[in-house]
């Protein structure tokens, strides 16, 4: 998407402008400001209107755009292939140049490890107050009324990220409520879902992205390169995989179980969070029940909706099949519920899964422009959180949707994903 600047500006979002003054392309600096070119970026897809809300301050629209018009099944996979939300949407390392990472020197490493090792007591500490102060004395019964004063409530989580590390990393922003650390072993994936905006963040191209996943050159030396820092540190949580590929992609996976094997032989658990349904299988003899996780993402149990929104995924038939045998070997098992593309749909997700998935993580559709409008988000959220609670499920609301809970209504964002007895 072009950005146009006004006549003389000098910076944009408070950075100086780089490159010719006037060259309309724009580097992006901050998440307010992608999610913006995001907002526009579909619209212009869709031929819908963008209103004054959608800009930035010194962004003018260049052209005009012709009115919003109908979504519909006859819509085709360029016009979908905007940027959206889902698992994918984080704030990842830097991924512009994965294979070329810029590493410190060995006594500015020695140095970040001893000093997360140092103050690792202190943060536990400070964490353990703040989830206290975030779930103590709380009511968690179902609001009784709409009239309730609607909050946020959940707290900030520290990063456990050790400086200098980009390939176990702490991710921030939605990504870091998914995980506190995270591993990408591929460029790409392949699955091809309509909403995924991880191209725009890790600057690569649509089309090559959804050609595949391609193992990221020499990943495994730099991942036990990063291991052993944080082994040293004496960090164990889970590593996430992954935020910008899915390790069980219908191309190439032989970097996923060295992965997963490396991260666990450093004293860390895995969790892993995938559209691949049954090609999770071939490594189900890797988790353990007391250390790891595994999850899907689910937007509808309907296969030909599903197939219009990721169609290169597994079937939804074919991905509770997984998390079936998941939790039969005794691994906790948890649901994305992110993008929200049809309220109904989600709902009948966790009806039907909840005797055999632990956890559910629950957010809206962002980016979706006019699609995502039509959506009572207060509605949904209460729905849902009425649900969970009659069938005693755990969930935790996104912070999306946090604003729209009842005023004290318990939401952890940590919270144990696995049968063992510590978090």
């Not at 922003?173 to 191209?199: I, T």
């Not at 999850?295 to 309907?302: C, F, P, V, Y």
Request: proline residues 6%; aromatic residues 8%.
């Amino acid at each position: 998407m072009r950005i146009l600047l006004q006549a003389g500006c000098k910076t944009y979002m408070g950075k100086p402008i780089k490159g010719n003054e006037n060259d309309p392309w724009v580097e992006r600096f901050t998440r307010e400001q992608v999610k913006s070119e995001m907002t526009l970026d579909f619209k212009h897809q869709l031929g819908a209107t963008a209103t004054n809300e959608d800009y930035m301050p010194g962004m003018i629209l260049e052209g005009k755009v012709p009115p919003l018009a109908p979504i519909s099944d006859e819509l085709t996979h360029h016009q979908l292939e905007a940027p959206g939300d889902g698992e994918d949407t984080a704030e990842t390392n830097d991924e512009s140049n994965l294979d070329s990472p810029i590493v410190p020197d060995d006594t500015a490493e020695e140095k970040a490890v001893s000093e997360v090792s140092s103050e690792r007591e202190q943060v536990a500490s400070a964490t353990t107050e703040a989830r206290r102060e975030a779930t103590a004395a709380i009511d968690v019964s179902k609001p009784s009324d709409d009239k309730q004063t609607l909050v946020t409530i959940e707290p900030t989580i520290e990063s456990i990220g050790i400086p200098g590390c980009t390939y176990i990393y702490a991710p921030a922003g939605q990504a870091g409520e998914y995980g506190q650390l995270a591993a990408n072993p591929y460029r790409g994936c392949g699955h091809k879902c309509s909403y995924c905006n991880v191209p725009l963040h890790i600057k690569m191209k649509r089309d090559e992205f959804d050609e595949g996943a391609v193992p990221r050159r020499d990943f495994l030396k730099h991942l036990a390169k990063d291991a052993r820092k944080y082994q040293a540190a004496g960090i164990t949580e889970q590593v996430f995989f992954s935020f910008t590929t899915d390790v069980y992609s219908p191309f190439d996976t032989s970097q996923t179980r060295p992965s997963l094997q490396l991260v666990q032989e450093h004293g860390m658990g895995i969790c892993v969070l995938t559209k691949g349904g049954s090609r999770a299988l071939a490594d189900i003899d890797l988790y353990r029940p007391d250390r790891d996780c595994f999850a899907s993402t689910l937007t509808s149990l309907d296969e030909s909706f599903q197939k219009k929104w990721e169609r290169n995924a597994a079937s939804p038939d074919d991905r509770l099949a997984a998390l079936k045998a998941f939790h039969e070997k005794g691994i906790f098992t948890w649901v994305s519920l992110e993008p929200t593309l049809d309220v109904e749909f989600s709902l009948a997700i966790v009806e039907a899964t909840h005797g055999f998935v632990n956890l559910f993580k629950i957010g809206k559709a962002n980016y979706l422009g006019e699609y995502s409008k039509v959506i009572d988000w207060r509605d949904y959220t209460l729905r849902m959180i009425d649900l969970c609670q009659r069938l005693g499920v755990k969930h935790y609301i996104k912070r999306d949707l946090q604003p729209y809970l009842p005023a004290g209504y318990s939401n952890p964002m940590r919270v144990k994903q696995h049968h063992g007895a510590r978090l």
